[in-house]
Each structure stands twice: as C-alpha cells, then as structure tokens.
C-alpha cells in the first residue's frame, strides 16, 4: 500500500480550475443584472420626465391649440427616447445572449478536454 500525503495546494488548484468557469459566468450575470436595472431606471427618468412636462403644459398653456400641440409633441419625444430605449435594450440582449453562448462552447470544449485527458490516462494506467 503507498502512502499519499495530502496536498492541499493540489485541491485548491482544482477546485479553482473546476469553478472558475461558473464564477465567471456568476460576475458577468451580476454586471448584467446591473446594466438592466440602469437601464429600467432610465426608462422610469424617461416616464418621470414625461409626466412633469404634461403637467407643465397643463398649467402653462394659455389656450387648447397650444395645449394640444404642446402635448403632441411631448408624446412624439417620449416616442423617440422609447424607440432609442428599445434599441438598447435589444443590444443588452444580444450582447448576454453571445455570452451565454460563448461560456456554454468554452465550458463544453473544456469538458471534452477533461475527458479525453482521463481516457488517455486511463489507458496508461491499464
């Protein structure tokens, strides 16, 4: 019977190895998470912003027409910023979705890796 001593410098290393790929995907889930809740709080400026315009109009204006336009011009605005947010976002969307994807090809090639690694070394020891 042999007597191994154990290293534990060698597990850590493994463990750092086999999780490092999952840790990875944990801080670019976090940054993310982050990006869309700057995001969803700028649309909510964007709505904030909108409102108080309307209710400016609607005590700053001196007759219907003017009110009327003023309004439809704010709309067209929000519109505008609505239709750049939605842009944005589908950008956010992209860029996790090619992440996600590019994790999931490294982790698999690692896998296939690992594994031909352990066949080939199993068929040394045989």
Avoid at 11 to 27: E, G, I, M, S
Avoid at 41 to 46: L, P
Avoid at 56 to 68: C, F, I, K, R, W
Avoid at 80 to 108: P, Y
């Amino acid at each position: 019977m042999t007597d191994h001593k154990f290293d534990l410098d060698s597990v850590l290393n493994t463990y750092r190895d086999t999780f490092a790929p999952v840790v990875k995907v944990q801080h670019k889930g976090l940054q993310t998470l982050e990006r869309l809740a700057r995001y969803q709080f700028a649309v909510a400026g964007d709505y904030l912003d909108w409102s108080i315009a309307h209710a400016n109009v609607g005590v700053t204006s001196n007759n219907l027409a003017d009110g009327v336009a003023k309004h439809t011009e704010l709309n067209s605005r929000l519109g505008d910023k609505l239709r750049a947010r939605a842009q944005e976002f589908s950008q956010i969307a992209n860029e996790t979705q090619g992440a996600v994807s590019q994790w999931f090809n490294q982790a698999g090639a690692e896998v296939v890796r690992k594994t031909a690694e352990v066949v080939r070394k199993t068929k040394k020891a045989a």
